[in-house]
């Protein structure tokens, strides 16, 4: 399947987004979503299809569409400027409203207010009406008649027939029955109006109601524009050019031109143009605005540096090893973009209702007109009602109900480093109650250090660190380099300080040996030492088991044929992870760790961190790790699984929701429903926090849409509202609900 984003223009309403989505989905090998806030329609397609076939289709509906395409600016050349119609679009809008408004706003009170009405007033509020109707008015009915000579009917069909209807009863009124009558006075009621028909005016319903529905168009555009920040200003964030060194010069050239391998240089308060590795150089790097981790994180040679994070002090040369579409700002954005275009299956809903609720609006107004006639015979009271009914039962609200939700929750939780992938993982965060935690890297850092230091007899505890230090300096293993680096900061060295080794040999599975300083020493497991027949082992033996009781990995040393003394090294708990687990707790979540270490090293990272002993799984291979998230499942849990290592991919893929820590691996990272960009636990429980909170502001605005159709169409039938508070109140409806979403930008 290919796939193709097309920016769709026209829509006003959720019938217009349903009514799109279901004639692309009737073609066939075309599966596709379209959104009403992001005013975009995600198509997959099969072989034979053409995308220009599918934009064809939605203009055969009397809608506009394009292909989104990603187009990076020329190498040489600026970006490229915004276009005419995003500059003008909310302008043209801006200046209609107000127009329209202080056209309206005197025909409104002298309707409402009998003593402002002097001798031929009627005549000037036609005056003043007729541009709004016309002009005002036309993006509604512009919209009507093209929808009807496709055989459909939306929002704009219901505004446009509600005013025009109320505009031509007032004009009949005034040249053709009593109305236009010099000294003629008007009353104004909240409900409908039981009078003359032929002296009636409804030209402050037509004048009022386009001027309510342009306010509110025009809060709910500065309201998505709002909603839509978090992403906008994620795409903004990176570098536009980098000083790249070209045979010993740096050259400025636009970050389109960097390749994979070449090197650039950041100068303090310049942002990292790309993703790389530091080459030279020590500094502090703010990542806040892609983790939202205020604290700056030192780098030297060796470190990953993030594209758009800033270099706070020092001078860097950084070598790229990403670019373009690859970078994690890249993949950030577009993870965002998906979410925010994909939908949840609550919105499916109501995408099925907007469907068909304008025809149906379209029946109940005519009902209502026959049922005022046939039961009062007042045509007057009739015809109110109808164009009350007409006008209050617009469903936007419901149509923005998800989406601009959807918007601000994705883009407040990119701000703090959290990536939702899409929709559907809002309703499995409301129901999982278990989670499961990789040990390595997710609760603990995943680098091991010198923990404790043990000395037996005469020996020094400083020359135990000196030897042991040194040896352990030319091996590669983890453990080694933990005992190095370990030793030569307790002795206030740099790890190159140590002494040199002589007759270096590693010992596979064993340990290291090597002659130090004239001593042939010895480091590593104690089978190391019994092979090579050193004596007084039991000292270090009984030191050994303490060790591992306590959930270390214990290395023993010896030299000259004996021991002296054992190294503690252990897997270092992250700061955060205690109190990230007692957050966990709290959102009623019980915790289970996880590991392929043995069971006293688990134990012990499970006590620090408060996880009941039962709820530790040690000794599991990594393919195993699926059968236990699996078993738990089986229990009838509903699991959350927290990873970040190649080894927890499958795991996060099997389980209700996966939760990857963006420091981890690729393929931890695509297995996984969430990302927490920080590689902190507690962004865990802040994720399934905001998807809740997401999901609470989604069901509370369906809940106010659906109750606002509900109860207002059969109030508006029955005659207890006036055609012009009807708009007033259907305008404020959508301005509710996308404000109520925009209280997910406070979420912390």
């Not at 289709?57 to 005419?84: H, M, N, Q, S």
């Not at 306010?215 to 990176?238: H, Y």
């Not at 010896?558 to 503690?568: E, F, H, I, T």
Request: glycine residues 10%; aromatic residues 4%; contains cysteine.
């Amino acid at each position: 399947m290919n796939e193709v984003e097309l920016a769709v223009g026209g829509m006003t309403c959720a019938s217009c987004s349903a009514r799109i989505e279901k004639k692309l989905n009737r073609v066939e090998g075309v599966s596709a979503s379209v959104n009403l806030a992001t005013e975009k329609a995600k198509v997959s397609y099969g072989e034979g299809v053409e995308v220009a076939q599918l934009i064809a289709t939605v203009e055969k509906l009397g809608y506009t569409a394009r292909e989104i395409v990603p187009d990076p600016p020329e190498p040489d050349e600026p970006d490229a400027p915004a276009t005419t119609a995003d500059i003008t679009e909310p302008d043209t809008l801006r200046q209609r409203l107000i127009g329209s408004a202080v056209l309206s706003l005197p025909v409104v009170l002298l309707a409402m207010i009998p003593a402002l009405q002097f001798d031929n007033w009627q005549w000037l509020s036609l005056t003043l009406a007729a541009p709004v109707v016309v002009w005002g008015g036309f993006p509604f009915h512009r919209a009507a008649f093209t929808n009807l000579r496709h055989g459909a009917a939306t929002m704009d069909t219901l505004v446009s027939v509600g005013t025009l209807a109320a505009f031509g009863w007032s004009l009949w009124a005034l040249f053709l029955g009593d109305a236009g009558m010099p000294g003629m006075r008007h009353g104004f009621e909240f409900t409908v109006s039981r009078a003359d028909a032929a002296s009636t005016l409804y030209l402050e319903v037509a004048a009022g109601v386009i001027s309510f529905i342009l306010l509110g168009r025009w809060l709910e555009a500065r309201s998505k524009r709002k909603a839509g920040t978090a992403l906008r200003a994620l795409l903004e964030l990176g570098a536009k050019e980098a000083a790249v060194l070209r045979d010993g010069s740096e050259v400025r050239v636009p970050v389109a031109r960097l390749v994979v391998g070449d090197r650039f240089v950041v100068r303090p308060g310049e942002a990292v143009a790309t993703d790389g590795t530091v080459v030279e150089g020590v500094s502090a790097v703010d990542a806040s605005m892609l983790t939202g981790e205020s604290v700056p994180v030192d780098v030297t040679a060796g470190d990953a540096v993030t594209g758009a994070t800033t270099n706070v002090s020092g001078l860097l040369i950084v070598e790229a090893t990403r670019v373009g579409a690859d970078t994690q700002l890249a993949r950030m954005a577009k993870l965002v973009e998906d979410a925010q275009t994909g939908k949840a299956r609550v919105q499916r809903l109501a995408d099925r209702i907007a469907g068909i609720f304008v025809p149906v609006v379209l029946l109940i107004a005519t009902a209502t007109l026959g049922a005022w006639l046939g039961a009062t015979g007042d045509v007057t009271a009739a015809f109110t009602a109808a164009v009350a009914v007409l006008i209050i039962a617009c469903p936007c609200a419901l149509g923005l109900a998800t989406p601009t939700a959807l918007m601000v929750g994705t883009g407040r939780g990119a701000q703090l480093g959290i990536l939702i992938k899409g929709p559907e993982v809002l309703e499995s965060t409301r129901r999982v109650d278990t989670v499961v935690l990789d040990k390595t890297g997710t609760v603990t850092t995943g680098r091991m250090t010198l923990r404790e230091v043990y000395a037996v007899g005469e020996t020094e505890e400083k020359q135990l660190l000196r030897l042991a230090g040194a040896l352990e300096r030319a091996s590669e293993h983890p453990v080694a380099r933990a005992v190095a680096e370990g030793a030569a900061t307790e002795l206030g060295l740099e790890t190159g300080a140590l002494p040199a080794v002589e007759g270096f040999e590693n010992v596979a599975g064993s340990g290291v040996r090597g002659t130090v300083e004239g001593h042939a020493v010895l480091v590593g497991r104690e089978r190391l030492l019994k092979d090579a027949g050193v004596g007084e082992l039991a000292a270090v033996a009984s030191l050994r088991a303490e060790a591992e009781t306590a959930g270390r990995t214990a290395v023993l040393v010896a030299w000259d044929g004996v021991a002296r003394g054992v190294l503690a090294v252990a897997d270092t708990v992250k700061d955060t992870s205690a109190e990230a687990v007692r957050e966990l707790r709290a959102l009623g979540l019980a915790p289970v760790l996880l590991t392929g270490d043995n069971r006293a090293v688990a134990l012990a990272v499970a006590e620090s961190v408060g996880i009941d002993a039962d709820a530790v799984y040690a000794e599991v291979l990594p393919e195993e790790k699926v059968d236990v998230v699996r078993r738990l499942r089986g229990e009838g849990k509903v699991v959350a699984m927290v990873g970040d290592g190649v080894n927890d991919a499958a795991a996060l893929a099997t389980a209700d929701l996966g939760l990857a820590m963006g420091t981890g691996t690729d393929a931890a990272i695509e297995a996984s429903d969430l990302t927490l960009v920080r590689g902190d636990l507690r962004g865990a429980a802040d994720a399934i926090r905001l998807s809740r909170k997401t999901l609470a502001v989604i069901k509370g605005n369906l809940f106010w849409a659906f109750g606002y159709n509900v109860a207002a169409l059969p109030l508006a039938a029955a005659g207890f509202l006036n055609p012009m508070i009807a708009g007033a109140a259907m305008a404020f409806s959508s301005v509710f609900v996308v404000t109520n979403s925009l209280r997910l930008r406070a979420f912390t």
